[in-house]
Protein backbone atom coordinates (compact mmCIF):
# COMPACT_ATOMS: atom_id res chain seq x y z
CA UNK A 1 0.00 0.00 0.00
CA UNK A 2 1.13 3.50 -0.73
CA UNK A 3 0.31 6.17 1.11
CA UNK A 4 -1.42 9.39 0.30
CA UNK A 5 0.58 12.49 0.80
CA UNK A 6 -2.10 13.86 2.84
CA UNK A 7 -1.67 11.09 5.27
CA UNK A 8 2.37 11.83 5.38
CA UNK A 9 2.36 15.54 6.01
CA UNK A 10 0.17 14.14 8.75
CA UNK A 11 2.86 12.19 10.34
CA UNK A 12 5.01 15.44 9.14
CA UNK A 13 3.11 17.34 11.17
CA UNK A 14 3.13 15.38 14.04
CA UNK A 15 6.54 14.90 14.43
CA UNK A 16 7.68 17.93 13.43
CA UNK A 17 5.02 19.77 15.96
CA UNK A 18 6.36 17.63 18.85
CA UNK A 19 9.92 17.35 20.36
CA UNK A 20 8.49 13.95 21.41
CA UNK A 21 6.07 11.79 19.87
CA UNK A 22 5.28 9.09 20.99
CA UNK A 23 2.92 6.59 18.43
CA UNK A 24 0.60 4.20 21.00
CA UNK A 25 -2.12 1.98 21.32
CA UNK A 26 -4.38 3.72 23.41
CA UNK A 27 -3.69 7.11 24.94
CA UNK A 28 -1.85 7.77 27.59
CA UNK A 29 -4.14 8.02 30.87
CA UNK A 30 -5.02 4.18 29.31
CA UNK A 31 -2.39 2.78 27.49
CA UNK A 32 -3.82 -0.32 25.80
CA UNK A 33 -1.06 -2.64 24.89
CA UNK A 34 2.00 -3.40 27.46
CA UNK A 35 4.91 -2.41 25.36
CA UNK A 36 3.30 0.84 24.81
CA UNK A 37 2.27 1.27 28.57
CA UNK A 38 6.30 0.90 29.32
CA UNK A 39 7.40 3.70 27.16
CA UNK A 40 4.79 5.73 28.74
CA UNK A 41 6.21 5.13 32.26
CA UNK A 42 9.62 5.60 31.14
CA UNK A 43 9.15 9.29 29.54
CA UNK A 44 6.95 9.99 32.87
CA UNK A 45 10.31 9.08 34.97
CA UNK A 46 12.09 11.06 32.34
CA UNK A 47 9.84 14.03 33.29
CA UNK A 48 9.78 15.06 29.31
CA UNK A 49 6.65 16.48 27.95
CA UNK A 50 5.00 14.32 24.99
CA UNK A 51 2.79 13.75 22.99
CA UNK A 52 0.98 10.59 21.73
CA UNK A 53 -1.11 9.18 18.70
CA UNK A 54 -3.77 6.53 19.40
CA UNK A 55 -2.76 3.93 16.02
CA UNK A 56 -5.72 1.93 17.47
CA UNK A 57 -8.19 4.67 16.74
CA UNK A 58 -6.88 5.32 13.47
CA UNK A 59 -5.97 2.30 10.75
CA UNK A 60 -5.12 4.11 8.16
CA UNK A 61 -2.48 6.15 10.02
CA UNK A 62 -1.66 2.60 11.92
CA UNK A 63 -0.76 1.22 8.53
CA UNK A 64 1.27 3.58 7.01
CA UNK A 65 3.42 4.67 10.17
CA UNK A 66 4.99 1.10 9.34
CA UNK A 67 5.66 2.26 6.14
CA UNK A 68 7.27 5.79 7.31
CA UNK A 69 9.20 4.25 10.01
CA UNK A 70 10.02 0.89 8.28
CA UNK A 71 9.00 -0.26 11.35
CA UNK A 72 6.24 -3.05 11.77
CA UNK A 73 5.12 -2.63 15.48
CA UNK A 74 4.22 -0.25 17.71
CA UNK A 75 4.60 1.52 19.98
CA UNK A 76 7.48 4.09 17.73
CA UNK A 77 9.15 7.02 19.71
CA UNK A 78 9.80 10.04 17.70
CA UNK A 79 12.46 12.47 18.86
CA UNK A 80 13.01 15.87 17.32
CA UNK A 81 11.23 13.99 13.69
CA UNK A 82 14.40 11.12 14.58
CA UNK A 83 12.34 7.79 14.95
CA UNK A 84 14.48 6.55 17.84
CA UNK A 85 13.12 2.96 18.05
CA UNK A 86 10.38 1.00 19.54
CA UNK A 87 10.02 -0.37 23.70
CA UNK A 88 13.14 -2.57 23.56
CA UNK A 89 15.27 -0.10 21.85
CA UNK A 90 13.92 3.19 24.55
CA UNK A 91 13.68 0.30 27.69
CA UNK A 92 17.51 -0.29 26.36
CA UNK A 93 17.94 3.27 26.10
CA UNK A 94 16.31 4.59 29.50
CA UNK A 95 18.66 1.97 31.59
CA UNK A 96 21.97 3.11 29.60
CA UNK A 97 21.38 6.78 29.88
CA UNK A 98 21.46 7.72 26.39
CA UNK A 99 17.21 8.59 26.68
CA UNK A 100 18.25 10.89 28.86
CA UNK A 101 20.90 13.01 27.06
CA UNK A 102 18.54 12.87 23.81
CA UNK A 103 15.66 14.16 25.50
CA UNK A 104 17.78 17.19 27.09
CA UNK A 105 19.27 17.45 24.01
CA UNK A 106 15.53 17.95 22.14
CA UNK A 107 14.84 20.38 25.12
CA UNK A 108 16.99 23.15 23.64
CA UNK A 109 15.07 25.65 21.97
CA UNK A 110 14.78 25.09 18.16
CA UNK A 111 12.64 27.52 15.30
CA UNK A 112 9.18 26.26 15.91
CA UNK A 113 7.37 24.05 12.82
CA UNK A 114 4.43 24.63 11.86
CA UNK B 1 0.34 -19.66 13.92
CA UNK B 2 4.33 -19.69 14.10
CA UNK B 3 6.48 -21.81 16.82
CA UNK B 4 9.82 -20.06 18.68
CA UNK B 5 10.99 -23.20 16.02
CA UNK B 6 10.01 -21.89 12.87
CA UNK B 7 11.20 -18.11 14.41
CA UNK B 8 14.35 -19.51 14.85
CA UNK B 9 14.70 -21.73 11.68
CA UNK B 10 13.59 -18.36 9.92
CA UNK B 11 16.38 -15.96 12.04
CA UNK B 12 19.66 -18.70 11.01
CA UNK B 13 18.36 -18.59 7.52
CA UNK B 14 19.37 -14.97 7.55
CA UNK B 15 22.04 -14.94 10.18
CA UNK B 16 23.50 -18.76 9.86
CA UNK B 17 26.10 -18.10 12.38
CA UNK B 18 23.85 -16.46 14.97
CA UNK B 19 22.89 -17.22 18.50
CA UNK B 20 19.58 -17.43 18.62
CA UNK B 21 17.15 -17.95 21.31
CA UNK B 22 13.46 -17.56 20.77
CA UNK B 23 10.58 -17.83 23.30
CA UNK B 24 7.16 -17.92 23.03
CA UNK B 25 6.11 -15.46 26.23
CA UNK B 26 2.13 -16.58 26.29
CA UNK B 27 1.96 -19.97 25.33
CA UNK B 28 -0.31 -19.04 22.27
CA UNK B 29 2.10 -19.11 19.87
CA UNK B 30 1.93 -15.03 18.56
CA UNK B 31 3.96 -13.36 22.01
CA UNK B 32 7.75 -14.09 21.53
CA UNK B 33 10.98 -13.22 23.20
CA UNK B 34 14.17 -13.35 21.29
CA UNK B 35 17.69 -12.76 21.63
CA UNK B 36 20.00 -12.90 18.71
CA UNK B 37 23.57 -12.22 18.63
CA UNK B 38 25.43 -11.88 14.90
CA UNK B 39 28.04 -11.20 13.12
CA UNK B 40 26.37 -9.23 11.02
CA UNK B 41 24.88 -6.84 13.13
CA UNK B 42 28.69 -5.42 13.66
CA UNK B 43 28.94 -1.26 12.79
CA UNK B 44 24.86 -1.49 12.86
CA UNK B 45 22.78 0.66 14.79
CA UNK B 46 20.53 -1.29 17.36
CA UNK B 47 17.78 -0.01 14.73
CA UNK B 48 19.41 -1.11 12.01
CA UNK B 49 19.60 -4.39 13.57
CA UNK B 50 15.94 -4.64 14.22
CA UNK B 51 15.23 -3.73 11.26
CA UNK B 52 16.91 -6.82 9.42
CA UNK B 53 15.65 -8.63 12.17
CA UNK B 54 12.16 -7.87 11.15
CA UNK B 55 13.28 -8.34 7.68
CA UNK B 56 14.42 -12.08 8.42
CA UNK B 57 10.65 -12.65 9.45
CA UNK B 58 9.06 -11.16 6.65
CA UNK B 59 5.39 -12.19 6.39
CA UNK B 60 5.12 -13.42 10.25
CA UNK B 61 6.23 -9.73 11.20
CA UNK B 62 3.63 -7.83 8.76
CA UNK B 63 0.84 -10.33 8.25
CA UNK B 64 -0.25 -9.91 11.81
CA UNK B 65 0.83 -13.56 12.72
CA UNK B 66 3.63 -12.10 15.63
CA UNK B 67 1.64 -9.68 17.86
CA UNK B 68 4.33 -9.01 19.91
CA UNK B 69 8.08 -9.26 19.85
CA UNK B 70 10.35 -7.97 22.98
CA UNK B 71 14.10 -8.21 20.99
CA UNK B 72 17.00 -7.91 22.10
CA UNK B 73 19.92 -7.64 19.36
CA UNK B 74 24.13 -7.01 19.34
CA UNK B 75 26.95 -8.38 17.97
CA UNK B 76 29.08 -10.77 19.20
Known sequence: MIMSDDIRARIDGLIKGHHVMLFMKGTKQFPACGFSNAVVEILKKEATPFETFNILADPEMRQALKEYSSWPTFPQLYIDGKFVGGCDIVTEMHQSGELKKELAAARKPVQAVG | ?76
Open chain 2, 1 to 76: MPTPDVLQARLLAAFPTARVEVNDLTGTADHFQAVVVAQEFHGKSRIEQHKMVYAALGELMTGGAIHALALTTRAP
